[in-house]
């Protein structure tokens, strides 16, 4: 019985209390964001949808590599840097072994024989789309991730889309040139000729490197890419995820198939090829799963919504509750606040507040504000009653359509919905805000309630 005991427990706290507080302690919190994340990879791994996602990736990266690489090959050539970009490629493709070199000679072949100036105006904007529709392909990727059910806007992506073609390419390759500087320099030189320390402390750092720099990638991809605020520390979080299992599945692929010699004798020349398509595939799916990881640290109750559906309660209690804080910063003056900003500070996950935020909106009791960006209230908080909420809140556009309901049954709904107005049919957005914060509305509700039992 009391190993029982202890396994329920212990279940428990893998399936909600994990999710919903943070222990005391900075061990035991920083024990409890590894097992969250450990937990989250485990199951986005096993994820149909999510695979299916990277199929998709794969599909949109065979059509825009060579386009891809040819803006970024032209960005660097601007700054003389276009030599690097075959090492960088090489080491993203080192996994596949000596295919990857392969790989690598192919595309840089392509993208050298590229003549942009011979594709013409129509040639040009053709090149141009196949590399911004791969870059929308992720961001939508990310926001079904986050759950953003909003995209940018068409002058948003533009902006957005050409700062991360211009600027992201020179970055990931400064960044690589100065880490070749750091090592071809004579100091460094000086210090493996003179001590014995220094040369294994370099070569650990030598291989440390690369994966800081690709952590910093996907941080920065993570940070601004889906259209959601994201946190540094999520962002961060889901880049070193996303590295350290980028690193993990090219040294399982390199052991376990690039290193086969079955592919070779099944696929002859097209081995190449199928051993791409194979670590395109990991590849996209280790991107995917360091999102889901972001996501899940900056919205840890979102793991809990994720396994099952919200009820109407919980669409009730989000609602009210966005609504309530919502009009207690519209009396005392306050800027909008996001909904990301809401999302943290109810402990609600983005997705849901998103959900029901879009159907406040659409009913003409919220309105979302440019300058400053976030949520306000589009009628006068004692306007807004709040049986109204609740039958938006629990409204279902297929459920008046679908099922026949017998007379006895609808009568008894109605005179359910009757009794739900008669007892809080008078209450106000304004008087639910001033009684939470203990203003004078909480003599009023509890007047009505003592004349309601009389």
Not at 53 to 72: D, H, I, K, N, R
Not at 315 to 324: F, I, K, Q, T, W
Request: aromatic share 6%.
């Amino acid at each position: 019985m009391r190993g029982a005991g202890a396994w329920q427990r212990t279940w428990a706290w893998l399936h909600r209390d994990l999710w919903i507080s943070a222990p005391a302690g900075r061990g035991r919190r920083l024990g409890a964001g590894l097992v969250r994340i450990v937990l989250v990879v485990l199951r986005a791994a096993r994820d149909p949808l999510l695979s299916m996602e990277a199929m998709g990736l794969v599909y949109s990266t065979l059509l825009s590599l060579v386009p891809f690489l040819a803006v970024a090959f032209s960005v660097l050539k601007a700054f003389g840097a276009h030599y690097r970009m075959e090492p960088l490629l090489t080491r993203m493709l080192e996994p596949l072994g000596p295919a990857g070199s392969q790989v690598t000679e192919r595309v840089i072949g392509f993208v050298s024989n590229m003549n942009v100036g011979v594709l013409g105006a129509l040639g040009l904007a053709t090149l141009f789309y196949t590399v911004v529709s791969l870059v929308q392909k992720i961001e939508e990727a990310l926001n079904r991730i986050w759950r953003v059910r909003r995209s940018r806007s068409l002058v948003r992506r533009f902006s957005d889309y050409l700062s991360f073609l211009l600027v992201g390419p020179v970055l990931i390759f400064a960044a690589f040139t100065i880490i070749a500087s750091i090592q071809s320099h004579r100091l460094v030189g000086r210090l493996l000729a003179l001590t014995a320390v220094a040369g294994p402390a370099l070569a650990v750092i030598g291989h440390i490197t690369p994966l800081v720099l690709l952590a910093a990638a996907f941080t920065f991809l993570y940070r601004f890419m889906p259209y959601t605020h994201v946190t540094l520390e999520a962002a961060m979080v889901g880049g070193v995820t996303g590295a350290v299992l980028w690193h993990l599945a090219g040294l399982a692929f390199t052991a376990l198939v690039a290193g086969s010699t079955a592919y070779a004798g099944i696929y002859s020349s097209f081995a190449v090829l199928m051993l791409s398509l194979i670590w395109l595939q990991i590849a996209w799916l280790v991107v995917l799963i360091g999102g889901h990881v972001a996501h899940v640290h900056q919205h840890p109750v979102a793991y809990l919504v994720e396994q099952s559906r919200p009820g109407l309660s919980v669409r009730e209690r989000a609602g009210l509750s966005a609504l309530v804080e919502v009009a207690r910063r519209h009396l005392r003056g306050l800027p909008p606040c996001r909904t990301d900003q809401l999302g943290r500070a109810l402990q609600v996950p983005l997705s849901l507040l998103d959900e029901v935020v879009d159907d406040l909106v659409a009913r003409g009791i919220l309105a979302r504000s440019a300058e400053p960006r976030g949520i306000v209230l589009a009628r006068a908080p004692e306007q807004v009653r709040v049986v109204d909420v609740l039958d938006i809140t629990r409204d279902e556009p297929l459920a008046s359509g679908i099922g026949r309901a017998d007379e006895g049954v609808e009568r008894l709904l109605a005179v359910r919905d009757r009794a739900v107005d008669d007892a809080i049919g008078h209450v106000t957005l304004r008087t639910l805000a001033e009684s939470s914060a203990g203003g004078p509305g909480v003599a009023d509700l509890e007047a009505h309630r003592r004349s309601t039992a009389a």
